[in-house]
């Protein structure tokens, strides 16, 4: 496995493909997030907040990095909504919120409000397994009303909602225990949550590096293991990213090329079909374009390289760009834009594309 260690000191990124967003009343708060993933919630006649909000707490379920990617054109205050902890019944899986997700919104200025799910209804497909998770929306609102008046950045903010994880996972648990009497589900073991959320409360720290030991453990596995739908033909290596504060960030690389003094990093998205990727998954990899054209001092083995950041876009047998037209092309001409303006590199299908 190859290991790549890079810093990061600050931000600069300009998108282009963040959607229009819609606007809602606070009073619209919950419709708001039964209806979208990233809106514009006008808080009061002076105070408005570009809010996402995760499904769940990990951050490879239901592309919570595009949410994010949405929100970022917005000149104001950017918020999301993370869940603590999401589980889905016995049947179903269960997440927990990681120090390194919450530190990557501070590196992105996105502040973040940790919340816990308190509705649920009961899954027709599954015994025990509950779906339809619908948020603590007195509880985000009355965050947000003390954001409003918080005048520190994302990073301290973020660092706050941290110190809360106590009461809120408390809430949580309760919150699922009433979802279970009165569904009739099994959930998974409150013990081990109960176990779980302790570990993370004997202070801040010991649970930042719980959750890094974790996100470094996962960060290993997907660093030896290609997904089927993954066409990729570089090394894949596993990418820890510094900040100014010391925080680390355990990240891959779907595959780097090394020639001479420079360092292809690669995120790779695949499509099937004879059509680009998604809008979605060409997002989110637009996220680690974010992080990858912001990298300083990269090194192997103490040799520093010369970044340069590569989106590669596969397709099925039977894709012609010279074929694009509508709003695929025009899609893809604000890709190119993108990449020029951020400086990094886009492939489709093994022919650069910028």
């Known amino acids: 496995m190859i290991n790549i260690s890079a810093n990061i000191n600050g931000i600069r990124y300009t998108p282009f493909l963040c959607r229009k967003l819609h606007t809602f009343n606070i009073s619209e708060l919950s419709e708001a997030l039964s209806k979208e993933a990233t809106f514009i919630l006008r ?79 009961k899954s027709s497909r599954y015994k025990n397994k509950i779906t339809s998770q619908k948020f603590d929306v007195e509880q985000i609102k009355f965050e947000m009303k003390k954001l409003l008046s918080y005048q520190s950045d994302a990073l301290h903010w973020n660092i706050e909602q941290i110190n809360n994880v106590g009461e809120i996972g408390k809430n949580a648990l309760a919150s699922y225990e009433k979802i279970s009497n009165s569904l009739a589900i099994e959930m ?22 719980l959750s890094r030991g974790l996100a470094q453990k996962a960060q290993q596995r997907e660093s030896i293991t290609v997904q089927p739908k993954e066409k990729l033909v570089g090394i894949k290596a596993a990418l820890t990213i510094k900040n100014y504060l ?89 890709l190119k834009k993108e990449a020029e303006i951020n400086k990094f590199r886009i492939i489709i299908n093994n022919n650069f594309f910028i």
């Open 43 to 121: 808080v009061d006649d002076k105070n408005q907040i570009a809010m996402s909000w995760w499904v769940s707490a990990k951050r490879t379920r239901s592309y919570p990095y595009t949410r994010i990617y949405d929100s970022l054109s917005f000149s104001g205050k950017k918020l999301t909504v993370i869940p603590i902890v999401k589980d889905e019944g016995k049947e179903g899986d269960r997440d927990y919120l990681q120090w390194d997700t919450v530190s990557l919104m501070s590196l992105l200025s996105v502040y973040v409000i940790i919340s816990y799910y308190k509705y649920a209804e």
């Open 246 to 334: 010391g925080g680390n960030y355990y990240f891959t690389s779907d595959e780097i090329e090394v020639n001479k003094e420079n360092i292809s990093l690669i995120e790779a998205k695949h499509s099937k079909e004879n059509k680009l990727p998604s809008i979605g998954d060409i997002k989110d990899g637009l996220l680690k374009m974010i992080l990858f054209t912001n990298l300083e001092n990269v090194k192997i083995d103490n040799k520093i390289y010369n970044p340069i950041p590569i989106l590669k876009l596969t397709t099925g047998v039977g894709f012609d760009i010279k074929n694009i037209s509508g709003t695929n092309k025009e899609m893809l001409n604000l």
């Open 188 to 209: 998974h073991s409150k013990e081990s949550a109960e176990k779980r959320i302790k570990e993370l409360l004997k202070e801040k720290e010991a649970f930042m590096n």
